[in-house]
């Protein structure tokens, strides 16, 4: 549901709360476009390996740990030289191949820290924790004929059926074994959880990934399905709002139904549809972000990096995009992008700040651009409208 503000009204207490949220992160110096992170195991996989009850764990690779388990393969992943995963080998690898490997990811890892509980009653006391759900046959672990997490486990090695629902506040990972026991995981849609970064690391990562990439923006073609006449008098499709109705997933067209591309008398609209990715790709060439990042680490410096790039990066990570133009001063211009990911709950807000001959004009051009990360789901509403 949208909320009803004028224009004005909108960006003004938009711009007051972003303002607010950029201005506690530190302006730190610039840096080479591919600036160099030093990059950590997560704090969380450090506890859970200084947990374990066995020596000469891998880096990356799989191990056995009888005093945990004698039937289940454990193993790490490491990203970069730097493990990043502990986990118990639940999932086959056609499992692993089909669905989400961040929820996977979570589950296996989770299972490691409910086994080094070693009872039920303090494996039922992290669950509650996390305000993840296990429920076999309809009983939460702890209850009724669900005494032992191996019994869930018991269902996981007999699978005949596997879904994942996400979407909601909740995910659901669903399954059944071949003698029609079922088994729910309900796990909170919060990335706070289901990765093992807290913001910090994830922050650290996010930038080593962007200063990286290889990954090139790719056109979408907007579907003109409901092409309707915008307030400047341009035809739009799109017609979907993300928490105010000036942030919306719209593309702008010419009066005959193609991607308007005008930057000098349209510079808002044309900027609006390459972050919407339904540019044509000649329009990025040699544009390049100079990004000051805003977050709560203060050690992540200011970097460059290819619109293009940055695009195709985003691209890939399944988020979904709305925009919105901010105003001019004078001949610049300020637009919006807002990158939410509907299953993990949480967005990126990038600014970006350019004039029209930036857009028109052949050769680098650099923009400044500013980026806020992993601002969580339920703190937009704190952003763009007054409590």
Known sequence: ?????????????MMKRLRYILIIALLASSVPMHAQIELKTPERVVRMLESMPVSDIPQSGQFKCPDLSGTIVFYTEARDGVTVQLGARLFSDGIRNTYDPV???????????????????????????????????????????????????????????????????EIDMFMRDKTGTTLHIYIPSSRDLLFPYDKKEHEEWLINDLTQ?????????????????????????????????SLRNDVFLDKDRRVLWNPMSYPEESMRNILMSAADARHLTGIVLD??????NRDIKKFRIPLNLFMGYVQQQGYRFFTGDVGRDGDRSQCLLTMYHPVYNYLHILSVSFTPDQLESTGERVIKADLSTFIPQHNIKNLFQEK
């Open 1 to 13: 549901m949208c909320l009803h503000f004028t224009a004005s009204q909108v960006f003004d207490r």
């Open 291 to 296: 990004i000051t990042p805003h977050t709560y």
């Open 213 to 245: 990439t290889k990954i090139q923006y790719k056109q979408t073609v907007p579907e003109l399905t409901d092409v309707k006449t915008a307030a400047n008098g341009l035809l739009v499709t799109g017609g979907e709002c993300y928490m105010i109705d």
């Open 103 to 169: 929820i996977i990811s979570f589950v296996e890892r989770l299972w490691v820290e409910l086994l080094l509980r070693k009872t039920t009653e303090s494996q039922a006391s992290l669950l509650k924790e996390y305000g993840v759900r296990i429920v076999l046959g309809g009983y939460p672990l702890g209850s009724g004929s669900f005494g032992r997490l191996s019994q869930a486990l018991d269902v996981i090695n007999s699978l005949s059926s596997l879904s994942i629902t996400t979407g909601g506040s």
